[in-house]
């Protein structure tokens, strides 16, 4: 599984989000390394973020997200990366109030 991967890698984070001993939230995040030709080489991603749809709206996702990000600066990289798909508003929603922005489209093209 990808959360035991990250769980056994020092350059990963695992979060967790309990409420009355439920998991009711996670993140996943990796420090990842770009190609020699980019001015930084080291970037977060942070790979899962996601909350049961019942706890949505208490500030679950955001204290995640917070704490995801808390550690990325701890490990010393210089910026972090997630992926939303498009047509995902309230996500993009989510992240934009978080103070995230538009860096990349990622485009694709389906061949089944």
Do not use: P
Not at 45 to 50: G, K
Not at 60 to 68: F, N, P, Q, S, Y
Not at 106 to 111: G, H
Request: hydrophobic content about 50%; overall charge neutral; glycine content about 10%.
């Amino acid at each position: 599984l990808w959360a035991e991967h990250c769980n056994a890698n020092i350059d990963a984070v695992v979060l967790v989000a309990e409420v009355d001993g439920e998991v009711v939230g996670y993140a996943l995040g990796t420090v990842e390394t770009y190609a020699a030709i980019f001015r930084r080489r080291r970037y977060g991603l942070l790979s899962d973020l996601a909350v049961t749809a019942a706890h949505r709206g208490k500030g679950i996702g955001e204290t995640l997200a917070r704490r995801a990000i808390a550690w990325f600066q701890g490990a010393g990289v210089g910026e972090v990366h997630l992926f939303v798909l498009h047509n995902n508003e309230g996500a993009r929603r989510f992240w934009r109030k978080l103070g995230w922005k538009d860096f990349v489209e990622q485009m694709v093209l389906d061949l089944a």
